[in-house]
């Protein structure tokens, strides 16, 4: 009972962050990248079946399967993920009064840029199918 609870409640955050990365496919403001990331990550800890449904969506096809077989994006992903994270956590550090909150913050900010910079390998856009098809093969 526990698990088939557990399974359905990834399979609705799944849908919900899908449904979140659809939009930010329509609205430039709302990115799709860590969006879609989050509904993978739900999916395949809910169902093999909803996972291999996700997997084959055009959605994924066209915004996650390069990065996850290449770990690489093109600036201006990085340029916006990072634009829309920043944003939304600095508005966390004004909203929150308390000190050690946003000190917290702060680290993931700094944390964020650390690792897009050092651990995603930044690609120029003609070379991104190039990149995923050499690591296909």
Partial sequence: MKN?????VYIVLGFIFLSL???????PVLPT???LLLASYFFSRGS??????????????NHLEDFV??????????VKLLSFASS???????????????VFIGFII????????FHIKTIKPETKR????ESKN
């Fill in 21 to 27: 990365g659809a939009v930010g496919v329509i609205l």
């Fill in 33 to 35: 990248t860590p969006f």
């Fill in 69 to 78: 077989a290449t770990r690489s994006m093109t600036m201006a992903t990085k």
């Fill in 48 to 61: 093999v079946r909803f996972n291999n449904w996700f997997l084959s969506t055009k959605l994924y096809k």
């Fill in 110 to 117: 700094v944390f964020k840029y650390y690792y897009f910079t």
């Fill in 4 to 8: 088939k609870f557990r399974n359905s």
């Fill in 88 to 102: 939304v956590l600095l508005v966390s550090a004004y909203i929150v009064k308390l000190f050690w909150v946003r």
């Fill in 130 to 133: 190039e990149v995923a098809i």
